[in-house]
């Protein structure tokens, strides 16, 4: 971890949709010349003095000038911070030389990527150096994956408690979620679906619910491509669009763990859509839409109006079976739109907790549930409108 920075957070972004949300988000919860050292970055000094205007951060928030194809700029940047929270995606195209500078100064880097493939690239070629420099790397800090990564793991603390071992088999279930995806997440995808083609050795990475765990390849795991019927929880499923990268993290979280939830573990992600006939129509509507929006989607930069943001929700169950049979509920539940309004709290208070909390967590590529533990899941629930609970 690095210490006594100049400052403990740079947003990285802070002039795009989700990047002026994260420091909105700040300048808000924590104000400037508090307990939270912060700066605003990007490439454009005047467009961060505009961002800092319009969303009324004080006049003197600091502004640092960095551009991804400045190397300099950026190894600049990542010595003056504890933590660079970075929303510039696709992180495919943006994101590698921010990494890179991040491990050279020994600096902590936390990201909203849900892109498997980069992430697997970044760890077969950057956790080393990132154990050696000290600088703790933790993709996957938004809606993907930290309520799914964090509710795996706190049902898992849960069970220890109540059966005296983890549980091997865990359903991840939202049961509701109101939110739109912003232009970024609908570019992230192409990029992806563009590398593919590329490189068709990907679409292993991606189909491989193991491609994030260090070479570990565990038992065969649900699909969640099809309709299904949950009969213990007594309601049909759907596929849901973001399983392919949570799935992957908890999966490398219970690898970073050594295991702790156990090598048979066998974990899924889908959407509750009801019981009966009327589920069953549901969970199969679902089945078949474009959840990216296709041509008439949203384009970069774009995302949910403010209202489209403040009446947004989700609540995610997971359940957790026994090998005896015995059965485990927790419920996660946030209280903003689920990609924007509460991945910006989410992403800040996992950078917080990295350069904040007395984690203990060394060098390495990470993610959130082993990095940061019980100190992420206080801040989540005591500043991000995020709940976890057991349920009866």
């Known amino acids: 971890m690095a210490q006594n920075r100049e400052f403990d957070v740079i947003i990285y972004g802070a002039t795009g949709y989700t990047g002026r949300l994260v420091a909105d988000y700040l300048a808000r919860t924590y104000g400037l010349g508090g307990e939270v050292k912060w700066a605003m970055a990007g490439r454009s000094a005047d467009k961060l003095a505009a961002v800092r205007d319009e969303i009324g951060a004080p006049a003197d928030t600091p502004l640092v000038v960095a551009d991804a194809n400045d190397s300099a700029s950026l190894a600049a940047m990542a010595a003056r911070a504890g933590c660079i929270a970075t929303t510039v995606g696709p992180y495919q195209l943006y994101g590698e030389p921010v990494v890179a500078a991040c491990i050279e100064a020994g600096t902590d880097y936390v990201d909203l990527c849900g892109e498997p493939a980069w992430m697997h690239q ?18 996957s800090c938004g809606f993907d994956s930290i309520p799914f990564d964090m509710g ?3 049902l898992q603390e849960a069970a220890k408690d109540k059966f005296g071992a983890p549980v091997p088999r865990v359903k991840g279930r939202v049961r509701k979620m109101q939110g739109t995806f912003s232009g970024g997440t609908a570019y992230s995808f192409k990029a992806t679906m563009d590398a593919v083609g ?11 619910p193991f491609s994030l765990s260090d070479g570990f390849d565990g038992p065969e795991q649900p699909s969640g491509m099809a309709p299904i019927e949950d009969t213990d929880i007594g309601s049909w499923s759907a596929p849901f669009i973001m399983a392919s990268i949570n799935t992957k993290n908890v ?5 970073l ?11 899924d992600e889908m959407m509750l859509t009801g019981p009966g006939d009327a589920g069953k129509a549901a969970a199969e509507a679902l089945a078949s839409m474009d959840m990216m929006g296709g041509e008439d989607g949203p384009k970069p930069g774009e995302g949910p109006s403010p209202e489209e943001r403040e009446a947004g929700f989700y609540d995610v169950l997971f359940y957790g079976i026994a ?6 509920k927790v419920g996660v539940t946030g209280d903003k739109d689920p990609g924007y309004g509460s991945t910006s ?3 800040t208070e996992a950078a917080l907790t990295l350069v904040k909390e007395d984690t203990g967590t060394p060098g390495g590529i990470w993610t959130t549930a082993p990095a940061m533990g019980g100190h992420l899941v206080k801040r989540l629930i005591d500043r991000a409108g995020l709940t976890f609970e057991v349920e009866t």
């Open 122 to 139: 970044m760890i077969d070629k950057y956790d080393a150096k990132a154990k050696a420099s000290g600088a703790r790397i933790v993709f």
């Open 152 to 154: 795996v793991w706190y």
């Open 198 to 208: 590329k490189d068709p050795s990907l679409i292993q990475v991606l189909m491989n």
């Open 251 to 255: 999966h490398r979280s219970n690898a």
């Open 257 to 267: 763990f050594g295991h702790a939830y156990g090598e048979g573990f066998v974990y």
């Open 323 to 328: 090998a005896d049979g015995r059965v485990i």
């Open 345 to 347: 709290k989410m992403i």
